[in-house]
């Protein structure tokens, strides 16, 4: 597909940044043309637009003091994300000693200086301000930086004393409604820190997007490794998941790809505990005593905290430990990107032999007649009938990403004691039918879903039931394999699985990401495989392309 001529080259970004870093960082850059600012002093920030100026930016406004800082307070690097047709959010944390308690910089208050410009030498702001972090957020930055002009390339950056940040680059979406001829959207999941390295981040950082799609398991709350160990306990306190977000942004290949491109991303289960639904603990279904349901109310409340603090989301801070982060975007006449949240608001997990995702032997358990109650919900009823509004449109496509596969998924088609998982989709059937029967009532044309949880690279056919072989086709599903964790599947259930007339693709053992590029009239979903996450390096591939026509239903391979 060609590549738009306003979209960025990132060799010639990484190498403008190196430069300009290097110069930022001697302190002796800071001529200052412009004094305009805008403060704020809590989330979510307010942005002026600044005149167009030759500052670098902006003096401080505060009386708001300047820590001593000694060591370099932006190790966790730089990112933006939700992007909108006049802004954008951008993020960092201060951290000048990230193994330490909230970063190690134990002032309860700091200003932080920022700019926006339309270029990397930053001789054309678009918008600057001062923004004071606290201790109580780990000193976590978050501008929604207003006032931006639609479908146009961004730098961005922070200063802090003598100290400035690496520059980020970013973009804004098309007004909605204008003509868009074509997308591309980068689908990353589940990066496991201690089941390989971070080699997909790298290539990632060097594809040409509009937007990284991140749907969850940013982090594992696991302890120990397969191949590294970090050294952390399984954490419940939020100093415990802070680390646990250090290691992540450790890595410079994470780190770059942040910088490189505006993330829109979503949460699952491993940003808290494996396999929990709602207030309910990983145990499922399990009756819970006050004491268990109070630690961990506790837990997914530090959880939550701790994500926010770390991603460069449109909301927050968490309160009562409860965060909205459903939302959706719009892309021109091109697409609606609809991100739903799985985890939140979703009935308990069915108690019984197939309760959890990779239940002994690593197969499943039957599915539950419970998962066809309708009383039971994914997404709760709230959501439910906010995605009912965003999936009304007029754009050609309508995108939906969520967490996990959404497709039913018999692993043992040959057993009916085993092979389904309670905690996709198949284990709430219900929700399943009312979402894609809602897609075939309302007429939506150009469905398809991007999921991921399941460390596998899969293709599959969306039918209003799977309890009857000649239901509709409404959608198409495109699940992206892991960034670097590792799929437990015997053999014979990948077999098993693949087995399924409406599973195209279903490979476990390759690690990667998703490409998906989007035109009026088709959707191409490129597999991303590199050789391997054992070793620091890998070459990368595109081992499979799959392609959805507009106006038709189904999906085949190119």
Not at 98 to 119: F, M, Q, S
Not at 303 to 328: F, I, K, S
Not at 370 to 389: I, N, P, V
Request: hydrophobic share 35%.
């Amino acid at each position: 597909m060609p590549t738009p001529n306003d979209r960025w080259s990132r060799r010639g970004f990484l190498a403008a940044s190196a430069g300009l870093v290097a110069a930022a960082c001697s302190g002796g850059s800071d001529t200052r043309a412009s004094e305009t600012t805008t403060t704020t002093t809590a989330p979510p920030p307010s942005t002026t637009t600044a005149p167009t100026t030759t500052a670098p930016v902006a003096a401080p406004t505060t009386t708001v003091p300047v820590p001593t800082i000694t060591s370099d307070p932006f190790t966790l690097g730089v990112a933006s994300g939700d992007p909108l047709p006049d802004s954008v959010v951008i993020w960092t944390r201060l951290a000048p000693e990230p193994t330490k308690a909230a970063g190690g910089l134990i002032a309860d208050r700091a200003p932080v200086r920022w700019a926006i410009a339309t270029d990397a030498s930053f001789t054309e702001l678009a918008a600057e301000g001062e923004f004071v972090t606290t201790v109580d957020h780990a000193h976590a930055v978050h501008i929604d930086a207003t006032g931006l002009d639609p479908s146009t390339t961004y730098w961005y950056r922070f200063v802090i004393g003598d100290w400035t940040s690496p520059i980020g680059r970013t973009r804004t979406a098309p007004e909605p409604g204008s003509s868009v001829d074509s997308l591309r959207f980068g689908v990353a999941n589940c990066s496991a820190w201690k089941s390989g390295y971070f080699t997909p981040y790298a290539h990632l950082a060097e594809e040409e997007l509009d937007a990284v799609l991140f749907l969850g398991d940013y982090i594992y709350e696991l302890e120990g490794g397969t191949l590294r160990d970090h050294g952390l306990p399984i954490p419940f306190s939020l100093d415990e998941y802070r680390l646990y977000y250090t290691a992540a942004k450790g890595e410079t290949e994470l780190r770059e790809a942040h910088a490189a491109h505006p993330w829109i991303v979503m949460w699952d289960d491993h940003e808290v505990e494996d396999n929990y639904a709602g207030w309910l603990p990983g145990g499922i279904g399990l009756a819970l005593d006050d004491n268990a349901a109070a630690t961990f109310r506790d837990r997914r409340t530090a959880a939550y905290q701790a994500w926010w603090e770390n991603m460069p989301v449109r909301t927050g801070p968490p309160v009562d430990g409860e965060l909205r982060v459903y939302r959706d975007f719009e892309f021109g006449d091109l697409a609606k990107l609809t991100v739903i949240d799985d985890r939140q608001y979703r009935s308990p997990i069915i108690d019984g032999e197939g309760n959890g995702n990779l239940p002994r032997p690593f197969g499943g358990g039957p599915q539950l007649d419970a998962t066809f109650d309708e009383s039971r919900t994914m997404l709760g009823d709230a959501q439910e009938t906010w995605l009912e509004a965003s999936l009304d449109h007029d754009a050609t496509w309508s995108l939906l990403a969520q967490q996990t596969i959404m497709a039913e998924v018999d692993r043992a088609p040959d057993d009916p004691t085993k092979g389904f998982s309670m905690d996709a989709w198949d284990g709430y059937a219900a929700p399943r039918e009312r979402l894609l029967g809602h897609v075939r009532d309302a007429g939506i044309e150009n469905f398809v879903v991007l999921g991921g949880d399941i460390h596998t690279s899969a293709v599959t056919d969306l039918r209003v039931t799977y309890r009857e072989p000649d239901s509709p086709i409404v959608g198409t599903e495109f699940v992206g394999p892991s960034i670097t964790s590792l799929e437990l599947l015997l053999p014979e259930f990948v077999e098993g699985s693949r087995s399924n007339p409406h599973v195209h693709l279903y490979e476990t053992q390759s690690r990667g990401y998703l490409i998906v590029d989007v035109t009026h009239d088709e959707l191409v979903g490129h597999f991303r495989w590199v050789d391997t996450t054992q070793e620091p390096t890998s070459p990368i591939r595109t081992a499979s392309s799959w392609q959805v026509d507009a106006g038709a239903v189904g999906v085949r391979e190119i």
